[in-house]
């Protein structure tokens, strides 16, 4: 069964320094987004992706992020200049194919910004 | 009020119990509704699409109130592998968009 992947499955980083996630969604998909998921708290949405750029983003999705499709399979979130508060798990996932509307989640990156 | 409120849980059942979660949205112009479910520190992952007409999977049924705007899930013989959260995801439109989710409810089921 495709599959979303993601790397790293840990990161951990020095407050103030940039950290980029890597996803790769399932090949036959055209979106793609962002989810974070704070220790103990809901999925939140970050952003939405599709043809080459951002269709939806949320209130979370300030100045230090921006995402990017570099390839025609990678899918990248950068986080510049990280907070204390960034600290989550980072979701990527994609729709589309004959289930545009059913998400499909990578396994997650786990950002711990100290 | 939140956008898409759960039973706050948690839940704990015996083995073969029934139990049943709710859900109700605020933003009336959704149109795609699943429930999805969350192992401990892992991702969601579907486990049904949620229509009008209801639909049922094996021992999970769910069901959708446009009108009163509430979304249910029964779990009929409840395993020890159904243990886990059950996360209400509302969406806006045809595609998953800016996908909207409850915060969970848990559920522990005891031998």
């Known amino acids: 069964e495709p599959e979303v992947t993601q790397t790293p499955s840990h990161q951990v980083t020095q407050m103030g320094q940039e950290v980029i996630l890597r996803c790769v969604p399932i090949s036959n998909h055209l979106y793609f987004y962002w989810y974070r998921q704070i220790l103990g708290q809901k999925v939140e949405f970050l952003v939405s992706?599709?043809?080459?750029?951002?269709?939806?983003k949320s209130e979370i999705f300030d100045d230090q992020f921006s995402v990017e499709r570099p390839d025609g399979s990678n899918f990248t979130l950068k986080i510049r200049s990280t907070k204390l508060e960034d600290s989550a798990m980072y979701f990527c996932?994609?729709?589309?194919?004959?289930?545009?509307?059913?998400?499909?989640f990578g396994s997650g990156t786990q950002l711990s910004v100290l | 009020r939140k956008e898409v409120e759960q039973d706050p849980g948690p839940f704990n059942v015996p083995e073969g119990a029934t139990v049943a979660f709710n859900c109700t949205y605020s933003?009336?112009?959704?149109?795609?509704f699943f429930w999805y479910r969350q192992d401990c520190r892992k991702e969601p992952k579907l486990l049904m699409s949620?229509?009008?007409s209801g639909n049922e999977d094996g021992r999970f049924t769910a069901q959708l109130n446009r009108a009163s705007q509430y979304i249910s899930l029964l779990i009929r013989d409840s395993k020890l592998s159904d243990s886990a959260t059950y996360l209400c995801?509302?969406?806006?439109?045809?595609?998953?968009?800016?996908?909207?989710f409850g915060d969970g409810t848990t559920l522990t089921v005891k031998p």
């Open positions: 992706f599709y043809n080459n750029e951002i269709s939806e």
């Open positions: 933003n009336s112009a959704s149109q795609s």
């Open positions: 995801v509302v969406t806006p439109g045809a595609n998953a968009g800016k996908s909207t």
């Open positions: 996932a994609s729709s589309g194919g004959a289930t545009n509307e059913k998400l499909f």
């Open positions: 949620v229509y009008s």
